[in-house]
């Protein structure tokens, strides 16, 4: 394995000569880029002698820049890690800094970077790096968690680097699951190139006047990621949205639309070229029966206000009733009795596939991370709790060995 190491400012820069002796003994081949402040705690000539490599710390190196160096250094690499990562850091990596050749090797390249921060427990703590740790997290970075214990002002508390072991075992363990993932990856793109896969994603607001609506907490994100996973696997993609915030998926055509009944008239107009359909939307069950024109007014004289509700069409199960339906996956988003009440509207509805989820009490809606429970006539495949990017990876694999 080519381990590119990253060493920042911070008295913990000792600790990777340690970690470079591990991976050099393993044989693994070291190549070590040390920032300007790493070189105010060390000397490179101490992790030259350890890797056998020169240490890089120029992105303005003449004789590297005339053939690309730092592009090729970026390629070169199975495993970009840095360690320590200071705050300063985990900030512009963030941001999406490039003024150093640490930080423009990141945006270089697309091997995995795994972070083992370390700084004192308050800068840890702060706010504003775990947002910074957040964004990373969720844009696909590997951040250790910090030990605790007493660290080099005198403070005790979490934020110091883990051991040179522990974190040699995290990169082991790392590769052989990612090496795991890009076989998956490619037997993924390998059954959906050039399907046809039609999502639907968000809320539904059923307007009342125009001012109110009824509407529910989903905020699309698992229909998202559901269509952002399916292009990166070169399938075809149109995504129906209910009003949410969210970017489009790159590769992914999409349709707003605000109602179930708006919502419903994209998927009658789209579902017949689609080889795979995924109610991922949180369709409201009812709407007003009227839609006033002009703003209800509070009555003084009274303390209470009816509306009249009629039911709104079930688009999951209209589709799965077609004579050319698509394979057909439905979501049962439940607070109780979670199982039962999807293996029921998997059997009433005529589904293919039903994935139920449990939410309320800061589950499920609106969160980043999701556990499914993947749901058929023959079988059922749990999830554990994980990003909602890996719960949509592992829903197309399983429809993927479903789809007929």
Known sequence: MKILLGVTGGIAAYKSLELTRLFVKAGHQVQVVMTSGAQEFIQPLSFQALSGNPVRDSLFD???????GHIELARWADQILIAPASAETLAKLRMGRADD?????????DRPIMLAPAMNRLMWANEATQENVAVLKQRGLTVLQPASGEQACGEVGEGRMPEPQAIFEAVEAFQKQWKQTEREHAELKAFWKGKSLLITAGPTYEDIDPVRFIGNRSSGKMGFAIAQTAAEADAKVILVAGPVNLPTPKNVERIDVRSARQMFDAVQKQYAMADCFIGAAAVADFRPEHLQDQKIK???????????????????????QQDNKPFVVGFAAETENVLDYARSKLKSKRLD?????QVGENQGFERDDNSLTIITDQD???????????????LLKAISKKYT
Do not use: H, Y
């Open 353 to 357: 596939m039903i994935c139920a989820n």
């Open 380 to 394: 059922q495949q749990t999830l554990p709790i994980s990003s909602k990017f890996q719960q949509a990876f592992s």
């Open 298 to 320: 509070k009555q003084t004289d009274s303390e209470r206000m009816t509306i009249e509700l009629v039911k709104n069409p079930d688009i999951i199960a209209w589709v799965a």
């Open 62 to 68: 003449a004789n590297q820049e005339a053939g690309m």
């Open 101 to 109: 050749l640490l930080t423009t090797l990141c945006l270089a390249t």
